[in-house]
Structures are given as C-alpha cells and as structure tokens.
C-alpha cells in the first residue's frame, strides 16, 4: 500500500457525447481535460474500451492515449481499459510497448474482460471468454516476463522495447476479479463508478488477503474508480450529472447505444416521482454534489474501501465544466483520509 499522506487522485474518461456535440469535439475535449489533469497533479488519465456506441469517443484507447501523451508532460496515461478478449495479446503488447516508447515511464496498461455481444465479437475476431487467464499470461509474457524454455513463443519479441515496460493493472468489478489480480500480484482497479456497483470494500479485501508479491508489484495497490460530479452548488452538480441517468434509468426512450441527452434536453425533463427517486439511488454510493458533499462521499468510500488511490469519472460533456469539478476535487485531497487504511 501507498505510505503517501496523501490521497492520489486519477482521472478515467470515456470522451462521452451528447446529441449537441459530435465526436469531433469529445476527442478534442478528452486532450483538453487531460492537459487540465496534468496541470493539477492528478497521478494517471486513462480512457476506456467501448464499441459501437454513439455516446462514446473512446473506442480504440491506444490511438486517444498517442494523442493525449502528446498534449501531456508528466501525468501518467493509460487504457481503463482494454478488453482483453476483443484483441490478440500480441497486438497490445505491440500497441502499449509503442506508447511506452514514446512517452516513457508513464503508460498504464489496464486490462479487463467484459462481455460482448455475439455479433460484435464475431466483428472483432474475439477470442473465448474462458481464454482469458491465458490470454494474460500470454500478454505479461510479451511485456517483460517472457516464456518458458520450449514455448511456442519463446523467441518472439513485442517491439519496440520501450526504456521502461506500461505498468499492467488488472480492472473488474467483483471479489473474483480482485482475487485474481491478488494471486497474480498485480496492481488492481475496481469500478465502483459503475451504477449500481456493489461490493468495493468486499472486493478490496480479498484483493489484499489474495496478494502475492510479483514483477507487476511488489505489494498490492487499490485504486477505486468513483463517479464523481463537484459543481459550485449540489443543485449544479445534480444537473451536470442528469444527462448520464438517462440511458441507465431508460428515461424518455435514451438508449445506452445513443449519445447522451443534452444538458438543455436533461433540463426540460419533466421527472416523475419514482423516476427521480431511482436517479437518488443510483447517485447514492458516488459523489455528486457541492464541495461538502463530494468530500463526505469520497471519505466514506476511502474509510470503507482502504483504497490506496481515487479514480474519479463522469459523462459530463461540457469540457469546461468537466475541467472546473476537477479542480474542485482537486482542492479538496488534503481533507481526504490517508490512502490505504480501512477504517469503517
């Protein structure tokens, strides 16, 4: 765990689009804010693996990083992340190696598993769910740990070889997952920004209890990725979130594949009772509001959870007000508990 006083805090982004904007802007406004994060001391900006979905930029992250590396200096970069099944192994440690060439000593490799739709896997040649663990082994291999005497890739080389190999973080969302990264001692991030997400401080927990010291790491690190809105007012935070309720909550037709309503279009909804209250729901175990209240959520998530670092994520697509809740969150990391200490 950290021994810093001090909470790192990252940033995760999807370049998230609205039905005003076009994907033109989302990636200009993706290299903004990650400029904007460099400038403020946050430690990481990664982006995440999405695909064939009209309210999200992100869908190859080693393409937005090349562009965001060059639009940053010190901050760390990095895929929050990439599923692992949709690509060879081969193919990322090539792709990530490149990035690590390039800006060395400050590329992320985060690695997840979701899910995928028969006729997009079939679209991106995707390798079986149950390959996975091997499919791992396979990538660190290519990344720095290489193979076995006799391994049918033994003599195979991931090139360029970069001064200093991406750091490889496994990502996920429950206690499995957690145990797995544990076992394999690497570096872990769970999605607790996910709505609905359940299971952060059970997750944690067995991530430690599983850790075992590795070349990835040589004690476990926690990262929590937390959705997370901090406007001048709860009532502006509350608006600026909205517009990423709508597709969850299925409000007034949104689809999750279509872009985001609007911030205007999210306005003049008109809300029914049971609609807002299970907007109240899901908003309730992320940090959404004035400064006060984002800094009492993100507290009892650190107080809870131990997490040696903070992930902060939303879908807010007006970049400027996306820039200014993060320098309020910012500003409030010297009143947040140490990383790495359970204490609830």
């Known amino acids: 765990m950290s ?3 001090t909470i790192p805090l990252s940033v995760l982004d999807i370049a998230a689009v ?4 076009d994907p033109v802007a989302a990636l200009a406004g993706a ?14 900006f990664w982006v995440a693996e999405h695909h064939s979905l009209h309210g999200i930029a992100s869908s190859v992250p080693a393409v937005l990083l090349g562009a965001i590396g060059e639009r940053t200096s010190r901050i760390r970069i990095g895929s929050g992340g990439v599923i692992l099944p949709n690509h060879s192994p081969y193919s990322v440690a090539e792709a990530f190696s490149t990035l690590a060439t390039l800006f060395p000593d400050r ?7 979701s899910g995928a739709d028969p006729v997009l896997a079939h679209a991106l040649g995707r390798a079986p769910g149950e390959a996975f663990a091997e499919a791992m082994e396979e990538l660190l291999g ?44 690497m570096p872990y991030a769970f999605a607790h920004h996910f709505f609905n997400s359940r299971g952060a401080q059970e997750a944690l927990a067995a991530y430690r209890d599983a850790f ?22 709860s009532r502006q935070a509350r608006r600026l979130a909205d517009p990423a309720l709508f597709p969850v909550l299925r409000l007034d037709g949104a689809s999750p594949a279509a872009p ?6 999210a306005a003049a909804y008109d809300w029914s009772v049971p609609e807002r209250a299970a907007a109240d729901a899901l908003l309730a175990s992320q940090a959404v509001g004035d400064s006060d209240e984002v800094r009492r959520a993100l507290t ?11 992930m902060i994520t939303n879908n807010v697509t007006d970049v400027k007000e996306k820039i200014a809740s993060l320098e309020r969150v910012r500003a409030l990391a010297g009143s947040l508990p140490a990383p790495g200490r359970v204490t609830a």
């Open 107 to 113: 590329v992320d490799l985060g690695i997840g598993r």
């Open 260 to 265: 985001l309503p609007s911030l205007e279009e």
């Open 3 to 5: 021994s810093s006083t």
């Open 300 to 310: 009892e998530l650190l107080e809870t959870t131990g997490a040696d670092e903070l």
């Open 142 to 185: 290519f990344l720095g740990d290489g193979f076995p005497d006799g391994h049918h890739y033994q003599q195979l080389e991931a090139l360029p070889r970069p001064p200093v190999a991406p750091g490889v973080w496994a990502l996920g969302a429950s206690v499995r997952s957690a145990t797995e990264a544990g076992r394999r001692g």
């Open 212 to 233: 075992r010291p590795s070349p990835q790491a040589e004690r476990p690190h926690a990262i929590v990725t937390v959705f997370t809105v901090c406007g001048q007012t």
């Open 18 to 21: 609205d039905s005003a904007g």
């Open 31 to 44: 290299r903004e804010l990650a400029s904007a994060a460099d400038v403020l001391g946050f430690e990481r």
